[in-house]
């Protein structure tokens, strides 16, 4: 399973092409809101995501996908689940 990470401000393109790529493959894909389920885009597009960073659960992890947009990389770089994720993709060479 791979982990998208939405943070408020995220670049759309970055975030739902990848994702309909990855889903038309049949890869499992889940959007992970950070701190909210419904994260707003840079451009006020609002997303309902399938879980939050309060539910993570690294059994089954293969990746993440961390979505451009100044303001979003800047929400996710401050969030310590997104942080910890990272850090479990790198120790276990998931990146």
């Known amino acids: 399973m791979i982990y998208l990470f939405l943070a408020e401000g995220y670049e759309e393109c970055e975030a739902l092409i990848p994702l309909d ?6 890869i499992e894909v889940k959007t992970v809101g950070v701190g909210n389920s419904t994260i707003k885009s840079s451009h006020r597009i609002r ?3 399938d879980t939050t960073t309060d539910n993570l659960s690294f059994e089954n992890l293969e990746g993440i996908i ?3 947009g100044m303001r ?9 689940a997104v942080q910890a994720t ?10």
């Open 21 to 26: 790529i990855l889903r038309r493959a049949n």
């Open 47 to 49: 997303l309902n995501c």
């Open 66 to 68: 961390l979505p451009g």
């Open 72 to 80: 979003g990389t800047l929400n996710l770089e401050k969030s310590d």
């Open 86 to 95: 990272i850090d479990y993709c790198n120790n276990n060479n998931l990146l």
